[in-house]
C-alpha cells in the first residue's frame, strides 16, 4: 500500500493517469490523508482526478466542514465539466456533512 507521502508526490506527476490512479489509491489512507489528497486533486487540470476529489470530500469532508463546503461551492460553480459539478453537488446534498459510520 502506498504511503501518504509517495501519493502526494504522485499527485504532482505529469502523466494525469498517474495522478488519478494516485487520487483513488488514497481511499486506504486515514480520512485526514484522503482529504489532504482529495483537496490537492480539486485544481488538477484532469477531470477524472477532480471528479474522484469531489467525490472523496462527499466521504472525508466531515475533517473540515468549511474548507469541503467552500471548495465544493466552487466547484459547482466553476468547473466546466458536469460530472465534476454532479459529484459536488452529491457530496454537499447527501454526504459532507456526517462524519462515517464506524
Wanted: aromatic share 4%; net charge negative; hydrophobic share 40%.
Amino acid at each position: 500500500m502506498p504511503t501518504f507521502e509517495e501519493l502526494r508526490a504522485q499527485m504532482q506527476d505529469a502523466d494525469g493517469g498517474v495522478r488519478v490512479r494516485a487520487s483513488v489509491a488514497s481511499r486506504a489512507l486515514s480520512p485526514a490523508e484522503q482529504f489532504a489528497i482529495a483537496c490537492m486533486g480539486i485544481h488538477d487540470s484532469n477531470a477524472r482526478v477532480r471528479y474522484d476529489a469531489a467525490s472523496r470530500l462527499g466521504s472525508v469532508g466531515h475533517c473540515d466542514l468549511t474548507q469541503t463546503q467552500e471548495i465544493l461551492k466552487n466547484l459547482l460553480r466553476e468547473d466546466p465539466e458536469t460530472d465534476v459539478r454532479a459529484a459536488a453537488v452529491d457530496a454537499i446534498a447527501t454526504r459532507c456533512f456526517m462524519p462515517p459510520d464506524n
